[in-house]
């Protein structure tokens, strides 16, 4: 992806931020500071200091990491601060509304110990392509003897070189924020939308060498902005539920009857996995059941049970529908679980064999991702 050109701006420099990256500073550090910049409407006069940067980046990072359950590296620093906070906050809080209010607050009160250490480091490494002329003969290895360096030079050189901000002090000891220049402001509130893409593109590049087997990680980076509705799959099920064979279906986890009335689609697999509403992957329970699932994996003995109900659905479905209809609600399941026709998906041994091939590898993957196994309905 390429940035904006801008007369009297390096945007070869800013081209260059991800060139050297080991884990996931940079990116979660200047997607922060530019969502800041955003929400202060683009102020150039205002300080950003480092504990208010320290609570974005833990934010920008949150739903990646603790949410979604994406590996950030074995060493990596967010990742950990992240895990260390007893964060008292509801995953379902202002989920899909791309609010992170209510998140920053939880972060705040967690007071994270030593999060200021996170500002030791990235905020000098991130403008070294902007002063590579005048970091000549500063060993950018020795990490002391560079952070030392770097805000006087950055400060001696803001209105020559122009880099994107200046420290608030010439001394690393006392520097407790970053202050914009303001021809990388104008530049910034111009093309924000063009700049937090390219930035957004280079992490989904990173997360990808470290999640490779990870279903729908370009979804998984932020906050969902909208969750797609289930209204197609709800009246696939709604459909089923009112044949005069609906009645006797019942609910795998609790074993309650299923009601036509009243009932949740279960993501068989945690939608915080697999980022979709796939059918293949929707059945119908209580309320109360659905919620009480959360975002778990279930227990490996109702895989028979969900397989066994999808069957019934799908047994349903295929007398109740035209040839048409069926063959568009089932494409998904054909295509995921690989089976060759519709034939085979009116036939339990075959769609049992198809599940088990797919569904067992991901359970595996999103147990050895974080995803709280082995869930057991408990009235």
Known sequence: MSLP?????????????????????????????????????????????????TIEMLATAWFAHSFFKLSFGAQDTIAKKLDALDLDYLTHANLFANDRRALRAALQASDPKDSGRLMDFVPYRLLIPFLEPQLRGVDKA?????????????????????????????????????????????YLKEHYAIVHGWAA???????????????????????????????????????????????????????????????????????????????????????????????????????????????????IASRILTAGQFAKQTEDYLADLHLPSSAALLDLEQLSRAYAQNIGPLLTL????????????AR
Request: positive net charge.
């Open 142 to 186: 020795a990490w002391t003897i560079f952070e030392k360096a770097m805000p006087a030079i950055a400060n001696a050189h803001y209105a020559t070189a122009r880099p994107l901000y200046r420290f608030d002090n010439d001394d690393y000891r006392h520097c407790s924020g970053i202050l914009w220049h303001p021809d990388w402001v104008a």
């Open 201 to 315: 593109w280079h992490w989904l590049g990173y997360m990808q060498k470290r999640n490779p087997t990870t279903p729908g990680l370009a979804n998984k980076l932020f906050p969902p902005v909208k969750r797609d509705a289930l209204t197609r799959q709800t009246k696939y099920w709604r459909t089923i539920l009112q044949h005069p064979d609906g009645p006797a279906l019942r609910c795998i986890y609790s074993g309650e009857p299923l009601s036509v009335e009243r009932f949740a689609l279960d993501h068989y697999l945690p939608w915080s996995f697999v980022a979709h509403n796939q059918i293949w992957n929707l059945i119908p329970a209580p309320p109360g059941v659905n919620s009480s699932k959360s975002n778990h994996l279930p227990s490996e003995h109702y895989f028979q049970g969900f397989v066994a109900l999808q069957h019934q659905g799908l047994l």
């Open 5 to 53: 050109e801008a007369r009297g701006l390096n945007i070869g420099a800013l081209a260059g931020l991800f060139r050297n990256v080991t884990n996931s500073y940079k990116f979660v550090f200047f997607l922060a500071i530019l969502d800041l910049l955003k929400r202060h409407g683009f102020d150039a006069t205002r300080p950003y200091p480092y504990a208010e940067i």
């Open 366 to 377: 999103a147990t050895n991702q974080g995803f709280t196994s082995d869930w057991q309905y």
